[in-house]
């Protein structure tokens, strides 16, 4: 048959629909017990005729025909009562087992059936369709019970939204991410909670929740299901921020390599000839005249020397070690490094005795670096006391190293973590990152934020 091209363009002729029989009794029928018993009662009429005409051939007296036709009535009326009953007690019993399968009550079954026999056939086909829908009542439990465990033990949180916009579905982890209890949640639109933005992503889109330094890049995945025959909307998250600042490590990484190895191929024969000029300028006969040129062959040996000790500070960063783990108290290693400031004493508000499993000397390089910068912003600030404020505490299996200071506060947090960058005169712009680097080779993290109060302070995160 010859396709045509505008077929799928015609509405389709949708068939009549057809009139479906009541499941119930009709108005115009009996009803099949009914109808049952009076074909029973009809069965027997012929014996009565034949009964009666006997009794009148016979000239039986009156009343013997009467009792005569009275005992044939009970007799037929039990016969028909036990006939009917053995008709309809198993289509009773089947209906039933219906009905329980239809309200999901998968527990009752016929009994008695046989095959080879249409009742017992039937009662057994229905035996094995209550088995089939057990089963898979069984399995579809079983499933939902295994994907609510998943969801509740995944990391990567999931939401649910309907064709609507309203949260359907969300697990422990999106609830945490969210700052709230789930029940508060579900049945929320997605404008409500701020979350419209990712109705609207393309699938593998990138969002960020949080704010300043403490922000995190989320990889947004999404797909459609059905429940009940409406279509949803799933969304997965997946957390990139670990993997971009991996690539970015290693982007600058690779930056300092080449600019050390550059760099030190210049600087080496500098500091050389510089050197070896200044001997020679020692030795020579005529020193009085040519003792203007110590002076900017000093200042070039010593600038080498500055910039070889800057390479050595990026080499370091570029090339730390993967943390040697070892327990110790943390109380008194923090208050051991608090001793280490001497422009300005750090005051140490103290919090419960921890052990951290951690590398001592990396963790305490950490610390250093940010009990440095709340000096130095202190210092900055004319118009408040300098003070630094060292505290501990710890929160959900992890330790929180909190640092204070009452300096001028963070003039452009999005920079922080970036080598290289920078806001003191003479800084080299790793300190910050360094930090960071302990930290999350750690498994931990740092955030700064500004207080409200003025000053910053500089929380570092790191598991018991």
Do not use: C
């Not at 079954?109 to 249409?118: F, H, K, M, P, V």
């Amino acid at each position: 048959m010859a396709s045509h091209p505008d077929r799928a363009d015609r509405p389709r002729l949708r068939p009549a629909p057809r009139k479906r029989l009541p499941l119930g009794r009709s108005a115009r029928r009996l009803g099949y017990e009914r109808r049952l018993r009076i074909t029973l009662w009809l069965l027997g009429l012929p014996l009565f005729v034949l009964a009666g005409l006997l009794l009148v051939q016979g000239r039986v007296s009156p009343g013997i025909s009467v009792a005569t036709i009275g005992v044939l009535l009970l007799f037929w009326a039990t016969l028909a009562s036990v006939l009917a009953e053995g008709l309809l007690r198993p289509l009773q019993t089947l209906a039933n087992v219906v009905a329980a399968l239809r309200e999901g009550d998968y527990s009752f079954r016929a009994r008695g059936g046989r095959r080879g026999d249409s009742l017992g056939d039937l009662a057994l086909e229905i035996n094995a369709l209550a088995n089939d829908l057990q089963a898979e009542r069984l399995a579809s439990l079983e499933s939902a019970a295994l994907v609510r465990r998943v969801l509740a033990v995944m990391e990567a949180p999931v939401l649910a939204f309907d064709e609507r916009g309203f949260l359907r579905l969300l697990n422990p982890a999106a609830a945490q991410l969210l700052g709230t209890e789930a029940s508060r949640l579900l049945g929320r639109h997605a404008a409500a909670l701020a979350l419209d933005h990712l109705l609207r992503m393309e699938d593998e889109g990138v969002t960020t929740f949080g704010s300043g330094s403490s922000g995190a890049q989320w990889m947004v995945r999404r797909s459609r299901f059905r429940e009940g025959g409406v279509p949803h909307i799933l969304l997965l998250l997946s957390d990139v921020s670990h993997a971009l600042r991996q690539e970015e490590r290693q982007a600058w990484q690779r930056l300092i390599r080449v600019l050390g190895h550059e760099i030190n191929n210049s600087l080496t024969p500098i500091k050389s000839l510089a050197g070896s000029l200044r001997g020679m300028l020692a030795t020579a006969a005529n020193a009085g005249e040519l003792a203007a040129f110590d002076r900017p062959l000093a200042v070039i040996e010593e600038r080498a020397d500055s910039l070889n000790r800057f390479l050595a500070a990026y080499r370091k960063l570029a090339q730390l070690p993967p943390p040697q783990r070892a327990a110790f108290p943390l109380a008194g290693f923090l208050l051991q490094l608090a001793t280490l400031e001497d422009r300005l004493p750090v005051r140490v508000e103290g919090g419960p005795e921890l052990l951290l499993v951690a590398d001592k000397d990396q963790l305490g390089q950490a610390v250093i670096n940010l009990l440095r910068n709340g000096a130095e912003a202190a210092l900055e600030n004319p118009a408040r006391p300098p003070e630094v404020f060292l505290s501990w505490h710890a929160e959900a299996g992890r330790a929180e190293i909190r640092i204070r200071d009452s300096g001028l506060g963070i003039a452009n947090p999005s920079n922080l973590f970036v080598p290289f960058y920078t806001t003191k005169q003479d800084g080299a712009g790793i300190g910050l990152a360094l930090v960071k680097q302990i930290a999350e080779a750690h498994g931990g993290s740092i955030a700064l934020a500004n207080l409200p109060e003025g000053g910053a302070e500089a929380e570092l995160r790191l598991p018991l």
